[in-house]
Structure formats: structure tokens, C-alpha cells
């Protein structure tokens, strides 16, 4: 902490405390000379930066964030994971801005047909931690399709596919009919289950994620959004929530 105060902390922390992203996501843009520090693009790596300093990222004035916040969002279908879009489609923080006006990321993503549990925060380190394969989050979802799914294809997925070179580990399943099953997943590689169920040439009508690690969507209805409870966040950190420590008055 001493260090922080004489001589001021890395600018990729600094961005991922503002809310940019993690910090290993902040260095190739401080690399691609996107940030400037007192009117200057910096590219370094290793600059520094104190609360006195102007950081100025894509043209916008940052500022360390005060409050971290995090939230479950019900996504529904036809929303994308991104803060711009080319194609004028809707946004997922689009349904947030109206409560929170500051800078979010989500946790992991969801494709445009896919709906259900979305993470936003504005803690790097957070989103890095949850989204990472190490960390084993389960990630569940309820998928539903135009045909009976077979039991074989699924026992063959939980053994490990290679499909185009990339392998693709289910973790468990559950049927609930011959049409609708509940994969949970634990890495959840990028589009992984279209990816899967296209090379058994099965048709998918619907994929919902319903839970990440012990947060669970229930009642919540699509667009709507609650912030996650300490206990939720520490799970998903493995970190003890921190207890309220109430004073009685003397």
C-alpha cells in the first residue's frame, strides 16, 4: 500500500478500477495507444499513475470506481453482450442504463438467441476470477430441441468431442423430456453448445442459462435485473462474505 502512495499503481489497474475491464483485457488497449495520461498517449505497460493524473480513455475522462456494484440480468433473446453494435441491434446495458449510469462488463456472454442469467459489474478482477476456466464455475442451462436428444450423444460429450480441434467437456445432464434436457457446463467454451449440437446436426429451438455457480435466476422476468447478495459474490470468489459488525450503543 505504501508503494500505491508514493509512486502510484499501474495504469492497467488503474482502468480496471475505473471500470474498463480486468487488467490483463486493459494492457493490448493501453498497447494499441487508445489511453492518454496529462494529454499524452501512453503505450507502456509499466507507466504509473496517481488520483492526480488525467487518464483519458477513447476520448472519455476515467476516474477510479467508488462503488462496485453486481448485478443478475434476465437477457432475453435478441439482445447482444456489447457496448456497441454495427448493426443497430438491442443491448444488454441498455436495460441497466436507466438504474446505472456507469461503465459495466459482463461476465462470460451470451449470443444473441440465447437468453437467460447474464453478469454484469464494474469489478474487473471479479468479472477475470468468475470467467475464468479455472475457476469451474458451473454455468446451467435448459435447452430444448426438435427432436429426441440421445442419451449416447450426451454420455459421448461428458467422455470429451473434438470438433475442429477444440475439445468440449460436458459436465452433467439431465433429462426432463425426450426434447428438453439441462446441460451444466464448466469451462462453457464460446457458443459451445450450438457448436455441439451442429455437429450432431441436431436442430436447437432454445437455449436459457438459469444458473451460475450458486446464483440462481428463479422468478426473475426477462429484462429485469437484481444485484447479487454478498453471500452470491463470495461463492463465486470463494471468499468469505464480509459480516456486518454492528456497534451497541454505550
Not at 490483463?24 to 495507444?33: A, D, M, T, V, Y
Not at 459495466?104 to 459489474?121: A, M
Request: aromatic share 8%.
Amino acid at each position: 500500500m505504501a508503494e500505491e502512495k508514493e509512486k502510484g499503481i499501474r495504469l492497467q489497474l488503474f482502468l480496471a478500477r475505473a471500470g474498463v475491464g480486468s487488467r490483463r483485457s486493459c494492457e493490448p488497449l493501453i498497447q494499441s495507444g487508445r489511453v492518454a495520461v496529462n494529454g499524452k498517449v501512453v503505450t507502456e505497460l509499466g507507466t504509473r499513475v496517481t488520483e492526480d493524473d488525467l487518464v483519458v480513455f477513447d476520448g472519455k475522462e476515467l476516474r477510479p470506481v467508488r462503488r462496485k456494484v453486481y448485478f443478475a440480468l434476465h437477457k432475453p433473446v435478441g439482445y447482444i453482450c456489447a457496448h456497441t453494435d454495427d448493426e443497430n441491434r438491442p443491448i444488454v446495458y441498455d436495460l441497466i442504463r436507466p438504474y446505472f449510469s456507469g461503465r459495466l462488463f459482463s461476465v462470460g456472454r451470451l449470443d444473441f438467441q440465447t437468453s437467460g442469467l447474464l453478469l454484469l459489474t464494474n469489478d474487473g478482477e471479479f468479472a477475470k476470477t468468475v470467467a475464468h476456466p479455472s475457476s469451474r464455475i458451473e454455468k446451467e442451462y435448459v435447452v430444448e430441441t426438435k427432436k429426441p436428444i440421445s442419451e449416447d450423444r450426451l454420455k459421448e460429450w461428458i467422455a470429451g468431442i473434438r470438433i475442429a480441434g477444440e475439445k468440449y467437456v460436458l459436465k452433467r445432464y439431465y433429462l426432463k423430456t425426450s426434447r428438453r434436457i439441462h446441460l451444466v457446463l464448466e469451462e462453457g467454451k464460446n457458443r459451445e453448445i450450438r457448436t455441439v449440437f451442429a455437429f450432431w446436426r441436431h436442430s436447437v429451438k432454445r437455449i436459457h442459462r438459469v444458473r451460475i455457480g450458486a446464483v440462481v435466476m428463479k422468478d426473475l422476468p426477462p429484462a429485469a435485473h437484481r444485484e447479487l447478495t454478498p453471500t452470491e459474490i463470495a461463492s463465486l470468489t470463494r471468499k468469505k462474505p464480509r459480516k456486518l459488525i454492528i456497534r451497541k450503543k454505550k
